[in-house]
């Protein structure tokens, strides 16, 4: 008990980070703490390393549905491969493996819900017939609507369909709203009446914690709270296997720094490892992923998408997210920054620093003339372009450091943020010369998500 | 020192201000002997170096011809003294805000007596922008500097040559600043240099200052915001951010200056910290020298940024900074432009007396009050005679720490020390006017050295870190300095001179004495005599008041004086085991006073290691300081006494008694910077003993050094003070004999 529970807060303590420390995070390390030295791992450390997550996770979720039949089966491990084609006899012990409708993936994040559904399309006459009513009405709500309150979005083009889970068709939605609606969340679940549903929320991301006990006490709800580093990969590998309904999930910008050139390519991730993954939401993580269950949180840092909105409000009174995006899509980030052509008249060649490189972010903004010429949007633009360099900067730093010249880009920083990501695609590129490839994937800021809901699900 | 005269506060720094009116000999010294200048402009300052010579007055010693037959007359003293002009190279480095820089310029024109000089090297933004100004004004060619190989080349040449340079910043210890010993390789290390462009310094001094009264907590989203409370079992404290300025995403919300500012300043320290620590770990390095306008010696930005490396690194970089950072830049550009001169095959060593430390930067400090003291700022580099280096039989170079007690850390000792230098103030003073009887300015310098000193320990009261490691050592050698500086070089010339000339008639009588004695009886009183001749200590007020009211003092009144054994550190008798064995090959001796010390206590010393057939090699000063003997001095004494001594005279003939210089010209003893002549013969002769001598020499510095060969240590402590911190009591005997471990 002890050792499996040291390891667990081993584990969790890896999740929050973004300015955290980089910590190691190899399967092998945990291998070697003494948690697991006390509890020798059969068949090495990447095959059961998740096990103990798993046990928390049922354990958490045990009080909520009592001693009933669910919760014991529940308590299996589940597997997802091959549920079409499956025998009957193993169709039905997929089926008792099933947790209990209705299937919900949480990340709460810094700024952002994110929250994926899974609907049911193969609901039986017979089933519906035995579903509750208000399992049916959360149903209806979701998928009847793209909009949920003034702030919740459904965002319909990013839907999955005819997804197979644990043996049932159906297809995935994807919603998000901020975190400060939070509150209003739980009340409707409260008022939804949703634990009388015995069902599991598994929640990722900070919220998980922050929000246990208003889940508990108002929602009465138990939370079963994972690490959002082993979701977000989880998610990542499942979502990337699965494709974007007959599409590529994954893709990349071929001539990111020419207006007309520049083309989105589907990019087959099909020899992911190593991999770095950088995940912008708020703050920024760093991951480098080696296999499945081998990854390690390199670095953060917390000039993310955050900071971005947070300093565009600041500089411009933008209120949205989408607001801050449209206005630097109109300005010119060159009125604000000091170019290395603003000092040396032209490239600093001695260096290899081209004149169009940024030598001082907002450099000219010590300048009252120039102060006074710049729009909002050349603020907003100048921004953008300093948090995504940035970013980009560190990245590039710590695919060098780590030797892995796959770079993946997520976190809903990228959303709609077509300049973000082909400046990030270029800049990796220009400094690696050529030696880092810069890639991205449609379903940005979603795959804490995802993880939670393969988590609930218990696919590997 | 020049304020900004006409112009309204907060005007752009664009704007020229040509209505001050500079103190000229404070700021541009040795302007009229100036060929060669540099120029490094940022956005804000300009640093301005040239190389000067300039004219000291130095005492030289000649013996007198000896032909004629009547020489040892008792009236007569052993040796002439006079005082000569001589000629020193020096580099100076002023440091001023951009809006001086015409004013700055067209008093360099006005006084600019040298012609010769045709170009000016020039780097910094700015080079750019004020080159037409710049060769208009001066009449010279502006040729243009890379920044990056001027930082760089500047930051290599203070590492080497400025042993305190380089300082971590510690919050909330007192002192704040740590300086670091250099280590004898400077290679690799990795310099971040934080400028670009800062044109206003005024505003950003605010801007920091109201940084530092800020809550970035109110404007960044920290762990704890998205967690929820400080989470011990996550590990990760809840108060790190995770997005800066996260907090800020809000319409309905307003947030004070203060914070956001906070929030800035947070988010660039650890930014720049950040990819710091990876291009170090990308390039293996440990160190991390930080420079730049962003740094400027403020605690604010220091301890960001090392909290950010310590962060990111978990304590595998060093975040470093430097004294000198602002002049990076500038000497670059000059080293650049001197290559014909090859000025790195010299040492150079920081001339406390002419460069301003360190300035205090306490964040509380308001922002015009720190304009104001850092309106001008120098650094006055002196070149040295000879190339200085590390002495060979150092056990580990890099960790050598020559002083003994570091001053900045230790209050009391702090205390004690500038007071007493304060009260030994005034018989300095004294001393200087009566070493020139015919000067007639002699008083009006003297006191110019009074105030120049006195200000110097106030300064280091309040800012001990100025000159970085404050210690005994430093406190003597600024005193030295600064009587160079009003043209004092040696104020114990004629004391010497008489000191030497009676010692040197006692010579035989005390060396005839000791041949009478049986083997081990004499191996006592040559060590007895080693001591008793460091009594004579013109350094030590509690000696100095005894010679100058008993001028009939002398060796054998000072062998009274001295501890009874068993000796406050006493290893008297391992030596003299010692001894009983095998002869050293070649023995070092650094020798300490003028007079009875040097001759009556290690003449005979030397000579009875060279009967018992080791090589002797007799290190003593360069230059003067108080009443040591000088190298000079040495030979002069040395072939007297060759003159008396056949041991002496033969050894001196067969080279197996070599006096060489150390290349200093301090009471104390760096080993790390030592003549290289010095260290080539250590060499060739494979020297086995080192012998230091004398408290300068080996208390307040030394004491502590580990050596690679065997080594003795004695002095007389002559403070009570000291004595007392040892332990002991006035004229208590440190005899340290040391072996190294196999």
């Known amino acids: 008990m002890g050792g499996w529970l040291g390891r667990q807060r081993w584990l969790l303590r890896m999740g929050a980070g973004w300015l955290a420390a980089p910590m190691e995070r190899h399967g092998r390390a945990a291998a070697t703490s003494a948690s697991s030295a006390r509890e020798p791992v059969p068949g090495g450390p990447d095959g059961r390393r998740r096990e103990p997550l798993r046990r928390r996770a049922n354990s958490a979720s045990a009080p909520a549905v009592g001693a009933s039949a669910e919760g014991v089966r529940r308590d299996r491990p589940g597997s997802y491969s091959g549920a079409t084609s499956a025998s009957r006899q193993r169709v039905e012990s997929l089926k008792k493996k099933r947790p209990l409708f209705p299937w919900f993936g949480l990340d709460i994040g810094g700024t952002l819900v994110k929250l994926v559904y899974f609907e049911p399309k193969d609901i039986t006459a017979e089933e519906e017939e035995e579903e509750v009513e208000s399992l049916k009405s959360i149903r209806k709500y979701l998928t009847s609507n793209v909009a949920y309150g003034s702030t919740g979005i459904r965002d319909v083009h990013l839907e999955l369909k005819d997804l197979t889970l644990c043996g049932r068709k159906g297809n995935l939605h994807f919603i998000r709203f901020p975190t400060h609606d939070m509150p209003a969340f739980i009340q409707m679940g409260r008022d939804k009446n949703f634990s009388s549903l015995h069902t599991v929320f598994c929640a990722t991301g900070g919220g998980a914690y922050k929000f246990e006990q208003d889940f508990l006490t108002i929602g009465d709800l138990q939370l079963c709270k994972l690490d959002e580093l082993d979701c977000l990969i989880k998610g990542i590998l499942y979502i990337d296997s699965v494709g974007f309904n007959g599409r590529s999930q994954c893709y990349y910008f071929e001539n990111p720094a020419d207006c007309e050139k520049c083309q989105k390519l589907p990019f087959d991730l099909k020899n992911p490892y190593p991999l770095l993954l950088v995940n912008i939401g708020s703050g920024v993580s760093i991951l480098a992923v080696y296999s499945k269950d081998n990854y390690k949180r390199v670095t953060g840092t917390s000039l993310g998408g955050g900071t971005f909105f947070g300093l565009c409000c600041l500089l411009t009174g933008c209120t949205t997210f989408e607001e801050a995006l449209e206005m630097a899509s109109r300005g010119d980030s060159t009125k604000v920054d000091k170019l290395v052509r603003d000092i040396y008249g032209g490239d600093y060649e001695r260096f290899g620093l081209p004149g169009w490189a940024v030598a001082s972010s907002f450099g000219n903004m010590m300048s009252k003339e120039k102060r006074e010429a710049v729009s909002k949007e050349d603020l907003a633009r100048a921004t953008l372009i300093t948090i995504t360099n940035n970013i980009g900067s560190i990245a590039r730093m710590c695919a060098l450091n780590e030797n892995i010249n796959q770079v993946v880009f997520v976190g809903n920083f990228l959303r709609i943020n077509t300049i973000a990501m082909r400046l990030l695609a270029y800049a990796l590129d220009y400094w690696s010369k050529g030696q880092l490839k810069a890639l991205f994937s449609e379903h940005e800021g979603y795959f804490g998500a995802v993880g939670a809901l393969l988590e609930l699900l218990k696919i590997p | 020192m020049a304020e900004c005269g006409a112009s309204g506060s907060g005007s752009s720094g664009d704007s020229l201000d040509k209505s001050i009116t500079l103190p000229p000999d404070e700021i541009f010294r040795n302007l009229e002997n100036a060929k060669r200048f540099a120029i490094d402009i940022g956005g804000s300052l300009t640093k301005l170096a040239y190389y000067s010579t300039v004219q000291h007055k130095v005492a030289k010693v000649r013996s007198f011809d000896h032909s004629g037959k009547d020489t040892e007359q008792d009236h007569e003293p052993p040796y002439e003294i006079s005082v000569q002009e001589e000629v020193t190279a020096r580099l100076h480095f002023v440091k001023f805000e951009n809006t001086y820089i015409e004013a700055c310029l067209d008093f360099i024109k006005d006084h600019l007596v040298n012609t010769e000089t045709k170009v000016i090297q020039a780097t910094g933004g700015g080079a750019y922008k004020f080159k037409d100004l710049i060769e208009e004004k001066l009449q010279l060619k502006v040729d243009k500097e890379d920044v990056m ?55 950003f001094d605010e801007l920091l200052h109201l940084a530092s009264r800020g809550q970035h907590t109110n404007v960044d989203m920290l762990v704890q915001d998205i967690y929820g409370g400080a989470h011990e079992t996550l590990g990760l404290s809840g108060n790190l951010i995770a997005s800066s300025f996260g907090k800020s995403a809000t319409a309905d919300q307003e947030f004070s200056k203060e914070d956001m500012a906070k929030s800035l300043l947070h988010m660039i320290s650890n930014d720049i910290g950040q990819l710091a620590c990876l291009y170090a770990r990308l390039h293996c390095l440990d160190r991390v020298y ?98 200085l280096v590390n002495l060979p039989l150092l056990l580990d170079p890099s960790s050598y720490v020559p002083d003994t007690v570091d001053l900045t850390d230790d209050a009391l000792a702090r205390k004690y020390w500038l007071t007493c230098f304060e009260e030994a103030l005034d018989g300095v003073v004294k001393r200087a006017v009566a070493s020139q009887p015919g000067s007639v300015d002699a008083a009006e310098r003297a006191e110019k050295f009074r105030q120049k000193y006195w200000n110097k320990l106030q300064t280091l009261r309040h800012q001990p870190f100025a000159y970085g490691t404050l210690t005994v050592r430093s406190l003597l050698d600024t005193r030295e300095h600064c009587l160079n500086e009003f043209n004092f070089p040696d104020p114990y010339s004629k004391v010497k001179q008489k000191d030497n000339g009676v010692a040197l008639k006692c010579f035989q009588r005390v060396v005839s004495a000791l041949d009478a004695l049986d083997w081990e009886e004499r191996q006592l009183a040559l060590v007895k005599g080693l001591l008793a001749g460091n009594v004579f200590d013109w350094g030590a007020k509690a000696v100095s008041d005894v010679l100058e009211s008993d001028p009939q003092f002398g060796f054998e009144e000072a062998k009274k004086k001295l501890q009874e054994r068993p000796w406050l550190v006493d290893s008297y008798g391992k030596w003299l085991q010692r001894l009983k064995g095998p002869p050293h090959k070649c023995a070092l001796i650094f020798a300490d006073n003028s007079g009875v010390d040097v001759i009556l206590g290690v003449f005979p010393f030397v000579r009875e290691l060279l009967s018992r057939g080791t090589e002797v090699i007799l290190a003593c000063n360069s230059g003067p300081a108080l009443n040591d003997v000088t190298y000079s001095e040495s030979l002069i004494v040395a072939e007297r006494i060759a003159a008396m001594d056949p041991v002496i005279h033969s050894a001196l003939r067969e080279e197996r008694l070599l006096l060489v210089q150390t290349g200093s010209s301090s009471p104390c003893l760096d080993l790390s910077r030592l003549d290289k002549g010095l260290a080539v013969l250590v060499r060739e002769h494979g020297a086995d003993l080192v012998v230091i001598e004398g408290m300068g020499r080996a208390v307040h510095t030394n004491y502590h050094a580990a050596l690679c060969c065997e080594s003795l240590k004695l002095a007389v402590i002559k403070n009570s003070w000291l004595a007392e911190r040892l332990g002991g009591q006035l004229f208590s005997v440190i005899f340290k004999y040391e072996v190294p471990a196999e």
């Not at chain 2, 510690?170 to 310099?191: A, V």
Request: charged fraction near 20%.
């Open chain 2, 149 to 203: 190989t001027c930082l760089i080349k500047g930051c290599n040449f203070v590492l080497k040559n400025i042993p305190h340079e380089a300082f971590v910043y510690q919050k909330d210890s007192d002192p704040e600043f740590r300086f670091q010993t250099n280590h004898p390789n400077i290679f690799p290390y990795l310099l971040v240099n934080i400028g670009s462009g800062v044109s206003i310094v005024k505003k």
């Open chain 2, 290 to 387: 930080f420079g730049g306008f962003f740094i400027r010696g403020h605690p604010v930005t220091m301890r960001t940024i090392t909290y950010s490396i310590n962060f990111f690194s978990k304590g595998e970089v060093q975040a470093l900074f430097l004294r000198h950072e602002g002049y990076l830049g500038a000497i670059g550009a000059f080293l650049k432009g001197a290559e014909q001169d090859n000025p790195n095959q010299y040492s150079w060593g920081e001339n406390y007396a002419g460069s301003s430390g360190l300035m205090s930067s306490s964040p509380e400090l308001c922002p015009t009050q720190r304009a104001r003291s850092g309106t001008f700022d120098l650094l006055e580099m002196d070149r040295l005679e000879r190339p």
